[in-house]
């Protein structure tokens, strides 16, 4: 036995973590054990807090702390704009750039029938229901640019253009800074297809 | 503000391991996030056992459960060969090879003046004490083969040998399957130096 049980067990738990290999975890273990006690302390009660506290916004379905996100509960931000995304992680992505001031709508994923994933198993129907409420005029698909993220988006155009929304897409092209000579074909193409009068 | 507050501490938590950036903090909290109560509860109960449970062994100082470590505790390791590494990974990492049958002892760094630390700030007393105690014979010096762990290797040999111990150091070389072609200078210089008659 090369570690003893109670050590095989962090490094089982810590390996389960994404993108956490066995290099990593024995990193992270013997770091935990050379530590002070409080080290340990702290992070097991922050992944317990975060589990107790935290929940979906009933409204968004991005993570929040109270009742509803600090988003949605903000009365500053724009309720006529909605940014429609695939995780959490794209709403703090958009947030990051302080250009967007609408409300959000967390999708839960995409569509991608090789995984068996289609529209009942995201948050479309929550979607229809929030914009059919209301105040919403404009709709922006944010989904990744990838094919599952780009038949999303074709998919909910086609829902949410006869409720007489305007349905909008984020603009792909070439990366700010990015060198023509570097950019993939498709990159590249859409970027021309996509061009601007200056 | 980006996060709610217990998911902005687990990160801060999380970015605090060595080898988790922000970006790797994200993944794991929302993978936490995603995840059942209890992937949260079974890391947040290996961490806090592999604290209360684990300790030094007094003998090695490798981690141990037990009053001593397995290598330590088990009467069939020989006990006239003792292997000095560095960090309790190094003992991982010899035992994987299932080549050595003695036992070990554990350093807790390398001698570096740059970084302050010095035979004293290592189990080198202990060491000492552990070999004039008795039944040694050899000491296989493993620290690693940068310019910190030689220098430990050669101060090691000379506290050592005038107590008529039998020192020797692991060898350096091309790795099993290197191309002589990518070696650096100074290890293809060594593995010429140390070679063996066939």
Avoid: W
């Amino acid at each position: 036995m090369l570690y003893a049980p109670p050590i095989a067990r962090l490094l089982e738990e810590l390996e389960r973590l994404p993108g956490i290999g066995p290099k990593s975890a024995q990193r992270i273990a013997y770091y935990i054990l050379r530590s002070d006690e409080e080290v340990a302390g702290r992070l097991a009660a922050s992944l317990l807090e975060v589990k107790s506290a935290i929940h979906f916004c009933p409204r968004c379905f991005d993570f929040a702390e109270a009742e509803l996100c600090e988003v949605c509960a903000d009365p500053e931000r724009d309720t006529t704009l909605l940014c429609v995304v695939e995780e959490p992680r794209d709403v703090v992505a958009i947030e990051r750039t302080g250009e967007f001031r609408g409300l959000y709508h967390v999708l839960g994923g995409v569509i991608s029938p090789m995984d068996g994933i289609g529209p009942e198993q995201l948050r479309v129907r929550e979607l229809l229901d929030r914009v059919s409420g209301g105040s919403v005029t404009e709709v922006v698909v944010a989904t990744n640019t990838t094919v599952e993220g780009e038949t999303t988006a074709l998919y909910l155009a086609r829902m949410l253009k006869p409720l007489g929304l305007k349905v909008t897409r984020i603009a792909s092209g070439l990366p700010v800074g990015g060198d023509l000579e570097y950019a993939d074909e498709v990159t590249l193409g859409r970027a021309l297809e996509a061009r601007r009068e200056l």
